[in-house]
């Protein structure tokens, strides 16, 4: 512990620079992480009258389902609902305003008690000249638990599915056809007798811009600039060795993930090297 806290230390001094003298290193994105989400009430704590704010649960046949915001989520409360029959599905949804033609991510966590679910996000359009124009992202799951073949005909240590004592994350991507402006995320079940609960959702932007600037202070010269992000070998930029007497470096990376996560790493023409994370998390220890 003691010989890290000294590299720890070590880093630190070199980061900030000996005598006041380092290179400024600035790694952020175009729109700044975390992008927003553009649910309302996405943890569902929000409520008035048993009702959760800004979700809405929908079914052609309401006569078979339960639906409830109840405690009991991932954080706090949660949606709820219960299908007694398979004879048709039901939803809690929300609607969100979209950009056509940009990469979005509807995420969040489920439960399944018994039943399949299907989390999906849909938008339509008029193209204008009579067509429709539509977006449909689905992501199912499911589970034997709580069919009526089991456990007679299907041993419990062979059924399938998650755990249902444990909160799942699911993740849909998508991009809305022009002029599709506007979707819903819909969480249910799906033709099946069954029970799960969603919590923690989001809908957000999936891709940022990531904005790279090294500037040298007086008297240093940069050799090389790479950015990494975690969990890839290759870095996502190497600018190989840079001209001599090179003192600013900037660049664009268009299209990268906005639930990622980089560092960018600075080499100096006398070997010393800067590093910045982005985004930074509470806590995290300088590298
Ligand atoms: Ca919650």
């Given at each position: 512990m003691r010989g890290r806290t000294w590299a720890m230390l070590a880093l630190t001094l070199v980061g900030t620079g000996l005598a006041g003298r380092a290179a400024e290193l600035r790694l952020g994105s175009e729109p700044p992480l975390p992008v927003p989400n553009l649910l309302v009430n996405p943890g569902v704590e929000e409520g008035a009258d048993g009702r959760p704010q800004s979700w809405a649960f929908g079914t052609a046949t309401p006569a078979i389902f339960e639906s409830d915001w109840r405690d009991g989520g991932r954080s706090g409360r949660c949606l709820w609902l219960k299908a007694r029959t398979g004879e048709m599905s039901g939803y809690w949804a929300q609607s969100v305003a979209v950009v056509p033609g940009t990469p979005y991510l509807a995420k969040g966590h489920l439960r399944i008690l018994s039943g399949k679910i299907l989390c999906y996000v849909h938008g339509t359009a008029d193209a204008g000249d009579g067509r429709k124009v539509s977006v449909d992202a689905r992501h199912y799951r499911g589970t034997m638990?709580?069919?009526?073949l089991t456990p007679v005909f299907v041993p419990l240590d062979a059924l399938s599915g998650p755990d249902a004592e444990r909160w799942h994350p699911f993740r849909i991507a998508f991009t809305p056809p022009a002029p599709v402006d506007r979707v819903a995320l819909s969480l249910g079940l799906y033709f099946a007798a069954g029970e799960a609960l969603f919590d923690d959702l989001e809908v957000c932007l999936a891709e940022v811009a990531l904005q790279v600037r090294v500037e040298a202070a007086a008297g240093e010269v940069l050799r090389r600039v790479v950015v990494r992000a975690d969990g890839?070998?290759?870095?996502?930029?190497d600018s190989g060795t840079l001209p001599e007497g090179a003192g600013v470096f900037t660049q664009a990376i268009p299209g990268q993930p906005s639930d990622g996560q980089w560092t960018l790493t600075v080499t100096l023409a006398d070997g010393r090297t800067l590093s910045q994370r982005y985004p930074k998390h509470e806590g995290e220890a300088p590298r």
């Open positions: 638990r709580g069919h009526w890839t070998a290759k870095p996502i930029l």
